[in-house]
């Protein structure tokens, strides 16, 4: 049940951009994923634009999942089986609803938790003629371009740099999902180990014990 509501977030918070008339916003989501079962969301893209798909399994034994992606016309474009992680990116993009499934039905016991973010690029049809409505002629020392040039540059890096920064928080929950879960392994064998030895020493002082009892019966 609260895998089903989470699978049904995800995809309110992906169709919320691919059903607008505004181009689609990037996004993030992290959900759990039970063993032995596989969950497909869609998200749209405007045709001729760029798709960028990054997943990272961040909790669970072994740490991987099974992704593929599928385009709006039924194309298998990626295939991967038992991955931790995975960039993708799809330029130029196909108008319609794109279909990522993430499966991890080759575990019988461990669920996963896996994030993954979708980065988007759409084509700027209306830049030239916003440059010509703006830009007087002749008049100005700066170009528009010039100006248009460096916002988008610094745009770019704006969303490289949150991008790189979300991906490095997935990396951090991975590293720290598996070294609790290596601590706990840890303590589990040591208090076997510690049972063990203390079983050994009530065994060893038994025998030296049984050693030195005199069994011989005494006649009078």
Do not use: H
């Given at each position: 049940?609260?895998?089903?509501?989470?699978?049904?977030?995800?995809?309110l918070?992906?169709w919320?951009g691919s059903r607008?008339?505004?181009?689609?916003?990037?996004?993030e989501?992290?959900?759990?994923?039970p063993a032995?079962?596989?969950?497909?969301?869609?998200?749209?893209a405007p045709?001729?634009g760029s798709?960028?798909?990054?997943?990272?399994?961040i909790?669970g034994a072994?740490?991987?999942v099974?992704?593929?992606?599928?385009s709006?016309s039924?194309?298998?474009?990626?295939n991967?089986?038992r991955?931790?992680?995975?960039?993708h990116?799809i330029?130029?993009?196909?108008?319609?609803?794109?279909?990522?499934?993430?499966?991890?039905?080759?575990s019988?016991?461990?669920?996963?938790?896996?994030f993954?973010?979708?980065?988007?690029?759409?084509?700027?049809?209306?830049?030239?003629?916003?440059?010509?409505v703006?830009?007087p002629?002749?008049?100005?020392?700066?170009?528009?371009e010039d100006?248009?040039e460096?916002i988008?540059?610094?745009?770019?890096r704006?969303?490289?740099?949150?991008q790189?920064?979300?991906l490095?928080?997935?990396f951090e929950?991975?590293?720290?999902?598996l070294?609790e879960s290596?601590?706990?392994?840890?303590?589990?064998?040591?208090a076997v180990?510690l049972g063990?030895l203390?079983?050994?020493?009530?065994?060893?002082v038994y025998l030296l014990?049984?050693?030195f009892?005199?069994k011989?019966?005494v006649?009078?």
């Open positions: 049940m609260m895998a089903a509501a989470w699978r049904w977030l995800g995809l918070l992906l919320g607008a008339a505004a181009p689609p916003q990037d996004a989501f992290t959900f759990l994923l032995g079962r596989r969950e497909c969301f869609y998200q749209g045709a001729n798709m960028e798909a990054e997943f990272q399994v909790g072994g740490l991987d099974d992704f593929s992606l599928e709006p039924g194309v298998l474009l990626i991967e089986y991955k931790s992680d995975g960039v990116t330029e130029p993009t196909e108008a319609g609803d794109y279909k990522l499934c993430f499966d991890n039905s080759f019988t016991i461990s669920e996963k938790l896996v993954f973010e979708l980065i988007f690029d759409s084509p700027q049809e209306d830049e030239d003629n916003w440059a010509e703006v830009e002629e002749e008049m100005l020392d700066m170009k528009i100006i248009k460096s988008e540059t610094m745009k770019t704006l969303e490289r740099s949150i790189m920064q979300t490095l928080r997935a929950a991975r590293d720290r999902n070294q290596n601590l706990g392994r840890v303590n589990f064998w040591s180990n063990v203390v079983v050994v020493a009530f065994l060893q014990k049984s050693l009892e005199d011989r019966q006649r009078t």
